[in-house]
């Protein structure tokens, strides 16, 4: 019997999923900053990203103690393995919100001629986000039938960001150029947060289904 | 492997019958051409009895030639009757009974008519606990091939044994001390020279290091790597991570209950690859064993 073993790999189970709701509330929070120009939200972003880091060091640290003490097979391998990728996603994800909250105390993106910009980065923040949480959810569920479809949402993110990079393209003015490149550099990062929310749900797949395929 | 051709047995019923000794020879060449690989041992719906009581039921399974298959499972599961099948030694416990089949190279080793003695000469066994003679470490290794008519050179013989049972560096300047002076290490490697020394096509083990120190299991289990090179091995053991570092396939048997009479008996849940078995078992079974969630 190995109580305390699964005991412990059950905690750092949770912790993925409590990671991954920060990740998911910064994301949302750092959209929200930048486009209402709230530079204090924007610091708590930054200042949340310091949990973020700590959980990721601290699930890492603990999951190689687990592999270098208990050996894990089968399944809890596979979590494990599941555990020690997810928590990369998470952590890069963090980096992102960070980023953009970083680019919203930067710079004022509250002008007039930015406005349907600035629906265009709520939507996709508001996107990316709610693509971390389900891939969360998924996450916790164990659900593979749920991971699927994460990747068939990523296809909105991609269509935003896309259609955010013309209507950029498309603004006039040297004022606005400066600005146009931070934005799109905003709307790169939130499709990035997408993809590492896909990742996470093939690491919920490969967990539950033990294929490779959903190892890559 | 021995190229001279045995007789099963002089009184045997049945006619057509390839001697054993033929037929690994024959398949041994038939590998080393890199034909078709045919199990060393076909086992089919084999059931063991002890008296009334049944041990073992309905195993079906296919030994690879040149691989190491572990078997495992929880105590009482049937781990070491089902590998005392392999070379007839349950035959050496009153009452015990074996049904089904056990093909060796397409040869039933049950057949009647088929010497035991014979099909332990194939098939060679190393103890739980080495069990060295108390005779010098030469006599151990030659003694059973000069059982056997061993008519070639025994010094060489016994050097090139205890070569392959990476003993012969620590012992070649005292080979006619007492075998009992070695540590418990190098008593099991010389009991694997002894096997080896009668040129057998599979080796079974029945948790040959299980009571060593971890240095001394170490050194067994890098000497299976190298045996395998050369023979079949079958090895049950209770330690699961020895089985998933050196075994090619692994077999799992568990227990099963009658609930009105509570007798028990071992079937084989999952056998396959394994890096599958220890990665993502098919049966809910082999996971919770595995994993320590019972057993």
Known sequence: MRESFHRELESLDHEIV??????????????????????????????????????????????????????????????????????????????????????????????????????????????????????????????????????????????????????????????????????????????????????????????????????? | MSPETLPVDANSERTGVTPLAAVAARDDSEISQGLAEKPVFAVRDLSVHYGKSIALKGVTMDIRPRRITAIIGPSGCGKSTLIRCFNRMNELIPGAQVSGEILYHGEDIYASGVDPVVVRRHIGMV???????????????????????????????????????????????KLKKSALDLSGGQQQRLCIARAIAVEPDVILMDEPASALDPIATTRIEDLMQELKQEYSIIIVTHNMQQAARVSDETAFLYTEVDAETSARWGILVEFGDTGQIFTKPRDKRTEDYVSGRFG
């Open chain 2, 127 to 173: 103890f739980q606990r080495p069990n060295p003679f108390p005779k010098s470490i030469y006599d151990n290794v030659a003694f059973g091939a000069k059982i056997n008519g061993y008519r070639g050179d025994m010094d060489e013989l016994v050097e090139r044994s205890l070569r392959r049972a990476a003993l012969w560096d620590e012992v070649k300047g």
């Open chain 1, 18 to 216: 409590r990671m991954g709701a920060l990740v998911e509330q910064s994301t949302q929070m750092a959209t929200t900053a930048l486009i209402e120009c709230d530079k204090e939200l924007a610091q708590k972003v930054r200042d949340g990203d310091d949990e973020i880091d700590a959980v990721f060091l601290d699930i890492e640290k603990r999951s190689l103690t687990l592999l270098a003490q208990q050996a894990p097979v089968a399944g809890d391998l596979r979590l494990i393995v599941a555990i020690l990728r997810v928590v990369n996603d998470l952590e890069r994800s963090g980096d992102l919100a960070y980023n953009i909250a970083k680019l919203a105390q930067l710079e004022d993106f509250c002008q007039p001629e930015l406005k349907a910009v600035r629906s265009l980065v709520a939507e996709l923040g508001h996107a990316a986000a709610k693509l971390m949480g389900a891939a969360i959810d998924a996450w916790a569920a164990k659900d593979d039938q749920m991971a699927a479809g994460i990747a068939l949402q990523d296809d909105v993110l991609d269509n935003l960001h896309a259609k955010l990079i013309e209507r950029l393209v498309d603004l006039r003015g040297e004022e606005s150029l400066a600005s146009a490149i931070r934005l799109a550099m905003v709307g790169r990062y939130l499709e990035r947060i997408g993809d590492h929310a896909v990742n996470l749900s093939e690491r919920v797949r490969y967990f539950v289904t033990g294929d490779e395929e959903h190892l890559g």
